[in-house]
């Protein structure tokens, strides 16, 4: 009887043990996501702002200003719902506007181009990597949430389900060729 | 910045990822951050300054071959001390599936941690059964870097989420430095690696080398690599014998220049390649490359572009595109051009810069990297109401 007793109180002892392990898991899975979706944040506004900075320092024409303008600011502006689409106009515009080789050695060849077209070049290769972590984040904790485990004693908590970051990062061609700009 | 590097395997055994290791942790330092290796070692070897020995590793077999890891109560607790004492902002760990270092510091640090998967080996037996446990480990990897575009295909079938790719790194103008030996050049094919591990390749070329050498027989054929070298040409009539030139080991300085002397690299790899460094270095040094079509070494050759590709273990096919190659002076200064162009993406000029932003991305508002015990111990006191600030 009091054998039986001990037995049972050492398994829940044990499964109570491992319920605590799996949320300490899952407490640091989120806190992964946040540090992620922090620097994500972070290199979408570095990148919005690089553009906005060259669209309004008249070394592009005219009509490239505005383009480029426009999207840096509505990815800027963006509310949460419409960040993916808003950021994904913007790389569509750094597209636009700097896929030829050319225009890129025209912004380099003005004072403080250079500078400016490095800071552009490194946002534009920073924010898919960021995206990449932030969405690997967001992959292990949904799978580690799916499990049943998780779901029965709700070792979630309130935190709100993962969502992965969504949008087309592709840089421009003539900024991603590294190689072309070798000096 | 601090920068806390973790090698699996033995320091004192040459290889691909010691090297790149190597390279990484001299270019960081080179910028000017502090950077400290973990490493498995023998006590007396000579360490370069920026190397912790973790212990001697043991030889144990584990995925088809023997392979030297560290583990146990005592490489724990040097992880565990290393992560203590170095305060690292970032740790970079190298293979973190190989049941060695790599794993070990997952399982005792927290905070911004770098892994770079190297190999892209099929899911072993031992790793299903390890999953969870493995799981959990690498759960806390905040960024994930594929060596190819290849090796992150496999990474994202085997453990799901993903990674970036970053290629392995090479110096350059190392290779393109070198002075070409003249004994070494004149229809000469060049092979480099083990001599006695088939899947290297040797085998292929040796059964191609007689159809080389009866159209061409003025060819050489020049083998740097261990092994056994009677063993090698013992499938090779023997009258050709004499035209198959074995050099050993060749130290750093006389690779580069026997790419740089060859006329025609030739790399019959026949699997198990993730990346193919071997190709980047010899492009590097500005030999026309003729490779296997592997996944990895077709990206690496830019698809063909950058050197050409023979049909997997069909010596008939390599045979053929060798003796083209060396007939056409053209062709091969064509390919020279091209991946000496081509190959400038793989310096560590490049590659270097990749990582670090790697670092910096993981590192940008999060806190510095800890044992995890330090963690543990305030944080349980804290939920439980006793912590005193």
Known sequence: MTATLIWILVALLAIGLYLSWTAGRLDRLHARIDAARAALDAQLLRRASVAQELATSGVLDPAASIVLYEAAHAARQAEEEQREVAESELSQALRAVFGEAQQVEAVREVPGGEAATGELTEAVRRVPMARRFHNDAVGAARRLRE????RWFRLA????FPMAFEMDDEPPAALADRVAQQP | MRIGIVCPYSWDVPGGVQFHIRDLAEYFIRLGHEVSVLAPADDDTPLPPYVV?????????????VARLNFGFLSAARVRRWLHDGEFDVVHIHEPTSPSLGLLTCWAASGPIVATFHTSNPRSRAMIAAYSILQAALEKISARIAVSEYARRTLVEHLGGDAVVIPNGVDVDFFARAKPKAEWQGDTIGFIGRIDEPRKGLPVLMKALPRILAERPQARLLVAGRGDEEEAVESLPAELRSRVQFLGMVSDEDKARFLRSVDLYVAPNTGGE??????????????????????????????????????????????EAALRLLADPERRAELRERGSAHVRRFDWSTVGADILSVYETVTAGAAAVAAAEDERGPGLRARLGLARD
Do not use: C, T, W
Request: no cysteine.
């Open chain 1, 157 to 160: 908590g309130h935190a709100p």
């Open chain 2, 274 to 319: 993730s990346f193919g460094i071997i190709l980047v270095e010899a492009m590097s040094a500005g030999a026309p490359v003729l490779a296997s079509d592997l996944d990895a070494f077709a990206q690496v050759l830019d698809q063909g572009a950058a050197g050409e590709l023979f049909a997997n273990e069909d010596s008939d096919a390599l045979a």
């Open chain 2, 53 to 65: 020995s973790a212990g001697r590793a043991v030889p144990v077999p584990y995925n088809g071959s």
């Open chain 1, 147 to 150: 499990h049943r485990k998780v």
